[in-house]
């Protein structure tokens, strides 16, 4: 490629294309497109280390000399594309018209909201740099806060309530947290950390309305009656993939990109995309994914970039799924894929606040939640990656455990 490379998405996701571009020995054109004004940013400890230190820390990936200057990255940040062109390969951003060879959508995902909040003072999502700032704002000004699903960024919120004495709510619609992440019985098993760091988790119960006073929000009123007195609500019901801008281009939208196993994006040539806005067929559990997880997201922007600067020679991308989160003191890691027709803890108990739980789907292991097990968890992940059976995952559950026991 002699031409330029556009990535779109000034994300994880993107950086890591740009970074890879130029390492791979691109010397053409390199343009990163943001929609925010801020340089990119790593957005897990927005939910962690932002709300829980007592400085919130300097977030940004790089300095803006190090895109500019070493890397030689055109940057034009706070202003979002709004189209694309796939018969002309232009990008849209205001009134320009970015030419590319290749292109690498990187747009991550937009956070849902509360329906009926528009306007409300004191509702937030929590996805972004300026998100956070609001939400660490509010916690050290003492909020009342509830917290509207039991995710990781609900949970994570309610975590950094708790280190400062403040009470906090969680409402949760499904019956247990986490369902949709790592299936309902492990999801059980986690919410003690809920109950015993003294946050109300309220499962099985929906929001009905927000009250404001004054245009800022006083009360959650719920589906079973009960009312709620807040001064801060953090939605975290999950996000959609940021496709809007790429209706009527073309590419095949479905939840996400659509991608083949290379990450490139059907329906035109020379489009590539990564990170959570990417649905690919991941040739490891041959099914189409489309993961919102840190480690997938770097990995998915050095994987879109070698493929879209060599498009002829692209290579698959495969992948275990890994997350992990904070709650409270403990941390929650799972690899692989929570759909499974057995969850068996072979380590610990959950009443111990450390377990290792397997997954098995067929005559094969599929997934692992550890809470508290770093030191297992990548190993376990390397299994899966080899696509190793439900018996060997049990002799080598039974070998660590073994070994843990002679210390």
Not at 91 to 109: C, F, K, M, R, S
Not at 134 to 151: F, I, K, N, P, Q
Not at 169 to 195: C, D, K, N, Q, S
Request: aromatic content about 6%; hydrophobic content about 45%.
């Amino acid at each position: 490629m002699t031409g330029g490379l556009v990535v779109v998405g000034a994300s994880l996701a993107g950086l890591r294309a740009a970074e890879v571009a130029r390492k791979a020995g691109h010397t053409g054109a390199i343009t990163l497109i943001g929609d925010e004004p801020h340089l990119p940013y790593d957005r897990p400890p927005l939910s962690k280390a932002y709300l829980d230190a007592a400085e919130p820390p300097n977030v940004n990936f790089r300095e803006e000399h190090h895109l500019r200057d070493e890397l030689g990255v055109n940057l034009h940040l706070g202003s979002p594309a709004r189209a694309v062109d796939t018969t002309q390969r232009t990008v849209h951003v205001g009134d320009q018209e970015i030419p590319y060879d290749g292109l690498v959508i990187a747009t991550g995902a937009t956070a849902r909201t509360l329906p009926g909040t528009d306007g409300i003072t004191g509702v937030h999502t929590l996805r972004t740099l300026d998100d956070a700032i609001a939400v660490r704002a509010a916690l050290d000004a003492g909020a009342r806060t509830v917290v509207v699903g039991s995710g990781f960024i609900g949970s994570e919120v309610a975590s950094g309530a708790r280190k400062r004495g403040l009470p906090i709510t969680i409402v949760e619609a499904a019956p247990t947290p986490l369902a949709r992440a790592i299936g309902a019985e492990m999801g059980e098993a986690v919410a003690g950390l809920h109950h015993r760091a003294g946050t109300d988790l309220r499962c099985g119960v929906a929001v009905e309305r927000l009250e404001a006073e004054h245009g800022r929000v006083r009360r959650v009123h719920l589906s079973d009656g009960t009312t709620l007195e807040a001064d801060l609500v953090v939605a975290g019901i999950g996000a959609d993939p940021a496709t809007g801008w790429l209706r009527g281009c073309g590419l095949e939208l479905d939840n996400g990109i659509r991608c083949d196993a290379t990450l490139a994006a059907v329906g035109a040539s020379g489009v590539f995309a990564a990170g959570d806005v990417a649905r690919w067929h991941n040739p490891l559990f041959e099914q189409l994914m489309r993961i919102e997880h840190w480690t997938s997201a770097a990995e998915q922007g050095a994987v879109a970039a070698r493929n879209a600067l060599e498009p002829g020679a692209a290579k698959p991308y495969s992948t275990v799924p890994y997350f992990w989160s904070d709650w409270y003191t403990h941390r929650i890691q799972f690899v692989g894929v929570p759909e499974a027709d057995e969850v068996r803890i072979v380590s610990g108990a959950v009443d111990e606040d450390r377990f290792v739980a397997l997954f098995r789907r067929g005559e094969r292991l599929t997934g692992v939640l550890t809470l508290n097990g770093q030191a297992v968890v990548m190993k376990y992940r390397g299994l899966i990656a080899r696509r190793a059976s439900w018996t060997e995952a049990l002799e080598f559950a039974e070998r660590a455990r073994s070994s843990a026991a002679r210390g």
